[in-house]
């Protein structure tokens, strides 16, 4: 198992940057595939980003291509969403996830992963 804690988020004006981190319990993080996700108010929970076990390959909903970019650093259990040059539709609760598969996988959906974190909220103002 693992447990996941993020932090990072606040209020950010339009423009700005933020990053998120995401921390990891256990001796097992880098056997997972992680990801981003986010939900914002009256919606459904949508991807954001996705990085492999090595951090070689990274994957981004098409949304925040170019402003966002995810990355891991597999000594520190944790792995991070930078956020540049946000929008206020980035407002929204942000989850990472946990993926034990290793190969392909249907990085885009909530089902595919088996471990997620309580959230952080994200609130960009315009």
């Known amino acids: 198992q693992v447990q996941l804690v993020e932090s990072g988020g606040g209020l950010v004006q339009a423009g700005g940057s933020l990053r998120l981190s995401c921390a990891a319990s256990?001796?097992?993080?880098?056997?997972?595939?992680m990801g981003w996700f986010r939900q914002a108010p009256g919606k459904e929970r949508e991807f954001v980003a996705h990085?492999?076990?090595?951090?070689?390959?990274?994957n981004y909903a098409e949304a925040v291509q170019g402003r966002f970019t995810i990355s891991r650093d597999n000594a520190k259990n944790t792995v991070y969403l930078q956020m540049n040059s946000v929008k206020p539709e980035d407002t929204a609760v942000y989850y990472c996830?946990?993926?034990?598969?290793?190969?392909?996988?249907?990085?885009?959906?909530?089902?595919?992963?088996?471990?997620w974190g309580q959230g952080t909220q994200v609130t960009v103002s315009s």
């Open positions: 996830a946990a993926n034990p598969t290793w190969g392909s996988f249907r990085i885009g959906a909530t089902q595919s992963y088996d471990y």
């Open positions: 256990g001796r097992t993080f880098s056997s997972y595939a």
């Open positions: 990085i492999s076990q090595s951090g070689r390959s990274t």
